[in-house]
């Protein structure tokens, strides 16, 4: 149950809906700043931000519905009447990205990769403070610990059926406390290569891509409220897409590697490990949904193979990357 935060005359504004809108207050700042800071476009920046808000609202009523299609009375009510429902913040990545497209096509600006790094970096800023949403309501939480009592591990929820107090997994303070990790390394790393000018476009969103879904897989995996795809009712949506993201990361940055030094048999052996480490973090998803009761087991694991895959990854970017600068110098931005 959402808590209220004021009435504005009838009308409940509830503290969900406050978060919410700050956070995208703050995604929409750290944009604009990173953006025209480097570009100085403000034709394209200060354009793509409505066009970006339409989309997500859109899109991310529609995944929620999608996933969730017994908290509406149909279609039709659900893309219609924005005054309750949930939303899915994987609409927000697609209706941003849809957003930068829509302005490249109208030839706001020229380059893709430049936007996208900006909105990778403001995008964890804004998730750093929307996670936080979850502290009024009992949505984000995971399984009830026994042993932890307080954040950021643990937050209080009342049993729907017998009212008494739980506390669960805080899932939502993790994400926040991850989001806001990645956005103040990422700044470092987009900053210091910016300024010594060897950071090539694109490079950020894919490293956010790589960190980001990652993180999600396990962290995904925790929720008792996940959201799970209709054709079979237990497969993560967000797990799938995280996953999705991380192997992005991997096949881009290792195209670059090969194309920058040329195949070699070496090459083979990180792709196996990669590979390797990918299955080891499926098989502990499976594992832990048949052993719930050893989950601090299959999480470690989990996330010690996901590390492994983020290590070599950057490492295959890092090979890439010396040749290039070796042969080419700085990049242009």
């Known amino acids: 149950m959402d808590k209220i935060a004021f009435y504005s005359g009838s009308t409940a504004i509830y503290w969900n ?27 394209a920046g200060f354009a793509v931000v409505p066009v970006s808000l339409g989309l997500s609202l859109v899109f991310a009523r529609f995944f929620h519905w999608y996933c969730q299609s017994d908290s509406y009375s149909g279609f039709s009510a659900a893309m219609t009447n924005y005054t309750g429902g949930g939303y899915a913040l994987m609409g927000v990545f697609l209706g941003c990205v849809l957003a930068a497209v829509l302005t490249r096509i109208i030839c706001l600006h020229r380059n893709l990769p430049e936007m996208l790094d900006a909105m990778s970096i403001a995008g964890c800023a804004g998730m750093a403070v929307g996670r936080l949403s979850a502290l009024f309501n009992s949505s984000d939480r995971g399984q009830v610990l026994a042993s932890f009592r307080s954040l950021p591990i643990a937050y209080p929820v009342n049993n729907a059926v017998s009212g008494a107090v739980e506390y669960r997994l805080a899932t939502f303070a993790l994400q926040s406390m991850v989001a806001l990790a990645l956005f103040v390394g990422l700044t470092v790393f987009y900053r210091k290569g910016q300024k010594r000018g060897k950071l090539k476009d694109g490079d950020t969103c894919l490293v956010f891509l790589l960190l980001y879904g990652a993180s999600q897989v396990v962290l995904d995996s925790t929720r008792y409220d996940s959201l799970f795809f209709r054709s079979n009712g237990f497969v993560s949506v967000v797990q799938v897409l995280g996953a999705v993201a991380l192997v992005l990361a991997v096949i881009l940055f290792s195209r670059r590697m090969v194309k920058a030094r040329g195949f070699r048999a070496w090459q083979i052996f990180l792709w196996l490990l990669i590979g390797i480490a990918i299955g080891g973090a499926g098989y502990m998803e499976y594992y832990v949904q048949r052993r719930g ?18 290590l070599l990854t950057l490492l295959i970017r890092r090979l890439a990357v010396t040749v290039e600068r070796r042969y080419h110098g700085a990049y242009n931005s």
């Open 17 to 43: 809906s406050v978060v919410l809108i700050l956070a995208a207050a703050t995604a929409i700042c750290f944009f604009l700043a990173f953006y025209l800071g480097k570009s100085g476009n403000g034709a």
């Open 293 to 310: 009761n050893e989950a601090l087991f299959a999480y470690s694991v989990m996330s010690a193979c996901l590390l492994v895959v983020i």
